[in-house]
């Protein structure tokens, strides 16, 4: 497989653990996996889950491709709900596929 | 506004009812339809997700869990060809006698 | 990418009353011959007459899905906690650990990942989007996992949601919220209860429940146990 074919097949991961992103608020008119409330939210790369084909893409029987790597991205609880009722310490863990980050931008 | 699946956060006092309802003859056959499917390359999981949130908001809410697969299942059965519309309706009202 | 979101697709409006199964959601309609029921046999007899699958194939089917159940997965949370080098395989290498149990996730399965509950974090698992769930470990997902209150309130509420279910967590604890929409299935791992030093694996398998696993609960306590 030559690099280009590659490249076709799936994006690089871009993140690494401990990387500071931000979620895109978008809304692609189709299906998606990112939960809205979620959304412009910033968090903390947990790990790199594996590299799945984009389900936006399955969704329509297309080839999922290019394959997109996937994140377990943690959020403070505080921060997500401005009403969260627990400890400061709490947290939310979700999967967020590559396309849907950015880096934070401070 | 999120759509009607996004649930995530709605706000919501509703208490979790922990009651299990015995699942009916033709929801566990829905359940095996969706697998037999999938293993024949029929149906995908993100396709049955996207025809699930395909219905209105009032019947995703109405619709019990495998009301809503039974729903999806139509959706992409007449998508892909296999069924017609026409002969679902024929054979619904056949065996409705 | 076309767009299906909207368009409002309503099978059941077609020449019948949806309002019937609005007003008794969740209930078996088998017996009164609801519509949903009605359709489902329909697009199975369909199915069945173009060759498609045959109704052996559905009963296979059916009877595979109905042998998974929570046991299993106790099982695998029974050796965890009896063997530590087990644990460590399940944490790393979910797929293997399984295996060595003589468990095969089916070919397209759902990649697996485990979490370990310690008196320090306790994490807890929900799908806000549908109801993805380890379902080849676990069976079924229970109707409260897929119901709309859990999945509205165990990303925004998880300490009261876990008191509903009688389990008051700390606050010395940190509760991590899993929300799991997109391609991993998430199975945790209880803390083993106190007292419970000496007990083998099909013992410490009973005190495992399926709450436990999806960590609105913790494992029962032999106290608990017995009682029950």
Redesign the interface.
């Given at each position: 497989m030559t690099l280009q074919e590659k490249n076709n097949e799936e994006d690089s991961p871009r993140f690494r653990p401990g990387d500071l992103v931000t979620v895109r608020v978008d809304n692609?008119?189709?299906?998606f996996?990112?939960?809205?409330?979620?959304q412009g939210q910033s968090g903390r790369i947990e790990k790199l889950?594996?590299i799945?084909p984009n389900?936006?893409?399955?969704?329509?029987?297309?080839t999922g491709l290019p394959a997109q790597p996937?994140y377990?991205v943690e959020f403070p609880?505080s921060q997500v709900?401005s009403d969260?009722?627990?400890?400061a310490?709490?947290?939310?863990?979700?999967?967020?596929?590559q396309h849907w980050l950015e880096p934070l931008s401070t | 506004m999120p759509q009607v699946h996004d649930r995530g956060g709605w706000p919501t006092d509703e208490p979790i009812d922990r009651e299990e309802h015995v699942l009916s003859d033709w929801e566990l056959r829905v359940d095996a339809m969706h697998n037999v499917l999938s293993y024949k390359g029929l149906r995908r999981t993100d396709e049955m997700r996207r025809a699930i949130e395909s219905l209105s908001p009032e019947t995703y809410e109405a619709c019990s869990y495998y009301e809503r697969w039974t729903a999806a299942l139509e959706i992409l059965l007449i998508e892909k060809g296999v069924v017609s519309k026409e002969e679902l309706d024929l054979k619904h009202a056949e065996l409705q006698g | 990418m076309t767009s299906n979101i909207g368009n409002g697709n309503d099978p059941s409006q077609a020449g019948h009353s949806g309002h019937d199964h609005a007003e008794h959601p969740g209930m078996a309609h088998d017996e009164e011959a609801g519509y949903y029921a009605v359709r489902a046999r329909a697009m199975e007899s369909l199915l069945v007459e173009k060759g498609i699958c045959s109704p052996n194939e559905i009963q296979t089917m059916v009877d595979r899905i109905e042998a998974r159940s929570p046991a299993d997965g106790a099982k695998v949370v029974a050796r965890a906690w009896s063997d530590p080098a087990y644990k460590s395989r399940l944490l790393n290498d979910p797929d293997g650990a399984l295996a060595d149990l003589g468990y095969r996730m089916p070919e397209n399965s759902p990649k697996l990942d485990v979490v370990e509950n310690t008196e320090s974090i306790h994490y807890l698992v929900v799908c806000t989007l549908c109801s993805c769930y380890p379902r080849n470990l676990l069976g079924r997902p229970p109707d409260w996992y897929k119901s709309l209150a859990y999945r509205s309130r165990a990303v925004v509420d998880p300490r009261g949601v876990m008191r509903e279910f009688g389990f008051q967590v700390p606050d010395s604890t940190e509760v991590r919220v899993l929300d799991s929409t997109a391609d991993l299935r998430y199975l945790v791992l209880p803390r083993r209860p106190d007292g419970t030093e000496g007990m083998s694996e099909e013992q410490l398998a009973e005190l495992i429940t399926r709450d436990s696993m999806i960590g609105v609960s913790e494992a029962r306590s032999p106290q608990t146990a017995t009682a029950s």
């Open positions: 692609p008119g189709g299906h996996r990112t939960p809205t409330y979620i889950c594996g799945f389900p936006e893409s399955l969704a329509y029987g297309g996937l377990r609880q709900w969260y009722g627990g400890p310490k709490d947290k939310i863990y979700v999967d967020v596929y | - | -």
